[in-house]
């Protein structure tokens, strides 16, 4: 700080205005999701069912088999990122790297839900009914679009205390007592 006072010169970025309890509960929630997520890919993995569409197996369909593969640790991954804003070790890891990865974990589950959000508006609006999309749509529609946002949306809040380089007292979900 400067001793005779601040610098009028000086330009402070608010980067948020959310409450930090706030920032701090969503970055938790996206870690709580994410492991969520994973245990749900790792489930299907085991030949689980509850959750897909009738008569649909990860286990015979390829493609959804590879997908499940690569989700359980990339979710895990997701979760490491998120605990990373919140927990003293990530203050450890570049502020670069990770800011990338976070807002794009952050792109990626939110990009992954748009495709749903015609449908969505349509039913809001009453131009379709539930009744018109087929098993897997409605899969899509109110299961796992859905919840595909809604990580991307947990992600996108715990972000927004994420910056590096904040202006000294400037809102740093790193720097509050984790312990």
């Keep these: 700080m400067n001793p005779t006072g601040?610098?009028?010169?000086?330009t402070v970025r608010r980067t948020t205005?959310?409450?930090?309890?706030?920032?701090?509960?969503?970055?938790?929630a996206a870690a709580a999701w994410a492991i969520a997520f994973s245990l749900v890919h790792l489930y299907w993995l085991f030949d689980g069912r509850i959750g897909l569409p009738a008569g649909l197996s990860v286990r015979g369909n390829t493609a959804l088999l590879v997908i499940d593969?690569?989700?359980?640790?990339?979710?895990?991954?997701?979760?490491?990122?998120a605990l990373a804003l919140v927990r003293p070790w990530g203050t450890r890891l570049?502020?670069?790297?990770?800011?990338?990865?976070l807002w794009g974990t952050t792109?990626?589950?939110?990009?992954h839900a748009m495709p749903s959000v015609p449908d969505w508006a349509a039913l809001a609006v009453g131009a379709r009914t539930a009744s018109d999309l087929d098993a897997m749509s409605r899969f899509a529609t109110f299961l796992y679009e859905p919840f595909f946002m809604a990580g991307g949306l947990l992600f996108a809040l715990a972000?927004?205390?994420?910056?590096?380089?904040?202006?000294?007292?400037?809102?740093?979900?790193r720097s509050a007592n984790v312990s």
């Excluded at 601040?6 to 000086?10: F, G, K, L």
């Excluded at 205005?17 to 938790?28: G, H, K």
């Excluded at 570049?94 to 990865?101: D, K, R």
Aim: positive net charge; proline residues 14%; charged residues 10%.
């Design 17 to 28: 205005r959310l409450p930090q309890p706030l920032l701090r509960a969503s970055a938790y």
């Design 69 to 81: 593969v690569l989700a359980v640790p990339v979710c895990a991954v997701a979760a490491a990122l």
């Design 94 to 101: 570049p502020a670069g790297p990770l800011t990338v990865l």
């Design 107 to 111: 792109a990626l589950l939110l990009f």
């Design 6 to 10: 601040p610098n009028p010169h000086a």
């Design 159 to 173: 972000c927004l205390g994420r910056r590096a380089g904040r202006p000294e007292g400037a809102f740093d979900l």
